[in-house]
């Protein structure tokens, strides 16, 4: 018993909140999604046009990931966990900056082309201790956000990961670097705790409709940890069904963690806050969800200027503004037809639910800097979730966004952009002993 309730800390590792954590030895898993969609506008909101997107049908279909993960028990105090993402059939695009005469300003080659990705999300070793106390070293997923937290496809009701999170935000994020984490207190005062000090971001990768997300690292074959950075994340647990997390980044200096240090050399300062608070409620008839996410960067001025002087080969978007402050913030709620009919032992687990998101890049900027209000997103999305099995769900949804506005209902100047979405996911272990 002793042994399972220290596994049950490890609360970055994949699919965590399943019951079955219990091995002895070792396990093997993953998860993976197949998505259909089903567009009525094209494919550029922000190329020319007073409107925004031109209303254009189309569809796609892809593979947005599929991961294998495994944990090996060295012994009862020693874990080894990797997680490898496959996402979207792809290899990837390798970087390096080739030297000129001993300088910085090498030029970026690209080695490997082709669509897609493949990541390794997690790996690292970790070392339990007590209950309220454990080290993890290695590669982890960042505990920012809902979304970073509990990426897996069980862990969200829309077709596709929550859009706002993963527009400002990389998901999932992950970085190299040291963690303690524990849980402490009983009854209503439970808390779970995790404290890291990991690589940084990189300024290179802000952009103006992405905010921080392409500033992860991981172009280049080494992460710059001249700057590092500090997160903290707390999470109330003492209420059955109930958890209430918040989270803080702070990355500061972070212009030490650029390709070309010349880049940046104008600025002392240019440092990175974020902060997050999100809860969940489930229960046998409902399950509910709601998240926010923001933060500011400073010398942001300067960041667009330099930015916008990237060499064209280079693996960063030029586009400004980039912005002080992003946000991004949702909720949804589902509901669980099966639990009103108790007595009909195979009625479908059907979840009808309803989601809202707002999102935004570009919420506030500098002075000097014009934002395009085409980066605001107001979206709703309604649809079904069927679990088939317990680790197997089958999805669809209708989204609509409206385009420049921040209202949850009412119009915009802007096409607004509509889609169906379904798709089929699942998240399980294939073997463990």
Not at 56 to 67: C, D
């Amino acid at each position: 018993m002793k042994k399972i309730l220290c596994l049950l800390l490890l609360s970055t590792m994949l699919v965590s909140a399943q019951a079955e954590d219990d091995f002895e030895k070792y396990r093997i898993g993953g998860y993976g999604e197949m998505l259909a969609t089903f567009k009525d506008y094209g494919l550029n909101r922000f190329y020319g046009g007073s409107k925004g997107n031109t209303k254009k049908n189309h569809n796609e279909i892809s593979i947005p990931r599929f991961v294998i993960s495994g944990d090996y028990k060295i012994n009862p105090k020693w874990i080894l966990s990797a997680e490898i993402e496959f996402e979207s059939g792809g290899t990837g695009i390798t970087y390096e900056i080739e030297a000129q005469s001993g300088s910085e300003n090498g030029e970026y080659e690209t080695e490997v082309e082709k669509g897609g990705e493949v990541a390794l999300e997690q790996f690292h070793l970790t070392r339990l201790i007590t209950p309220a106390f454990n080290v993890r070293f290695g590669h982890m997923i960042m505990p920012v956000g809902l979304t970073n937290m509990h990426h897996e496809p069980l862990n969200f009701f829309t077709a596709a990961r929550p859009e706002g999170s993963t527009t400002i935000m990389a998901s999932t994020w992950h970085e190299t670097g040291l963690a303690v984490f524990g849980k402490f207190g009983s009854g209503a005062a439970t808390f779970d705790y995790q404290a890291m000090i990991t690589s940084g971001l990189n300024p290179n990768g802000f952009d103006a409709y992405n905010w921080v997300k392409k500033a992860k690292q991981g172009f280049l074959e080494v992460d710059n940890f001249s700057a590092p950075a500090y997160t903290a994340r707390l999470d109330w647990k003492g209420v059955k069904g109930l958890r209430v997390g918040a989270s803080i980044f702070y990355n500061p200096k972070a212009q030490k963690n650029a390709d070309k240090l010349i880049t940046y050399s104008e600025y002392d300062d240019i440092n990175v806050l974020l902060y997050s608070f999100d809860a969940q409620y489930v229960n046998k008839y409902i399950t509910a969800r709601a998240n926010y996410l923001s933060g500011n960067i400073t010398e942001t001025v300067g960041i667009t200027a330099a930015n916008r002087r990237y060499s064209s080969k280079s693996p960063y978007s030029r586009m400004g503004p980039v912005a002080k402050r992003g946000v991004d913030w949702s909720a949804e709620v589902g509901v669980n037809i099966a639990s009103f009919f108790p007595s009909i032992k195979k009625f479908p687990v059907i979840y009808p639910f309803v989601h809202y998101n707002y999102y935004n890049p570009q919420e506030k900027c500098e002075d000097g800097l014009i934002a395009d209000n085409r980066c605001q997103v107001s979206l709703w999305s309604v649809g079904l979730n069927w679990r088939i099995l317990p680790n197997l769900v089958a999805k669809a949804d209708y989204t609509t966004r409206q385009i420049g506005t921040s209202k949850i209902f009412g119009s915009s100047q802007y096409n607004s952009e509509n889609e169906f979405r379904i798709a089929l996911a699942y998240q399980l272990w294939f073997s463990k002993k």
